[in-house]
């Protein structure tokens, strides 16, 4: 199986910008379809992004498209989110998770889960 390990969360003002890492161990990363959730507090989990193996697809949550990115260095074995203009509703927890039979872009479909990464946007 895939461990999975999130870092680069952290509390920025609204506007600003994060980029959050997704390393990868104990499977090559280009065997899954590679997703982005988000946790904020008394909500449930929810989709952001996803790739595909090669990265060459990738698929956004409305609430996220034209500010997010999601892409991959299948060489590093790791995954990446851009976050721009940053707005206090999107502080969350933010997961990553590895699909192995799916697109990543829902909760149910992931295999393996990262613990996730603190990230916090004041006004």
């Known amino acids: 199986q895939v461990q999975l390990v999130e870092s680069g969360g952290g509390l920025v003002q609204a506007g600003g910008s994060l980029r959050l890492s997704c390393a990868a161990s104990?499977?090559?990363?280009?065997?899954?379809?590679m997703g982005w959730f988000r946790q904020a507090p008394g909500k449930e989990r929810e989709f952001v992004a996803a790739?595909?193996?090669?990265?060459?697809?990738?698929n956004y949550a409305d609430s996220v498209k034209g500010r997010f990115t999601i892409s991959r260095d299948n060489a590093k074995n790791t995954v990446y989110l851009q976050m721009n203009s940053l707005k206090p509703e999107d502080t969350a927890v933010y997961s990553c998770?590895?699909?192995?039979?799916?697109?990543?872009?829902?909760?149910?479909?992931?295999?393996?889960w990262g613990k996730g990464t603190l990230v916090t946007v004041s006004s």
């Open positions: 998770g590895a699909d192995r039979n799916g697109a990543a872009t829902t909760v149910g479909a992931v295999d393996y």
């Open positions: 104990g499977r090559p990363l280009n065997i899954y379809d």
């Open positions: 790739s595909s193996r090669s990265g060459g697809y990738t």
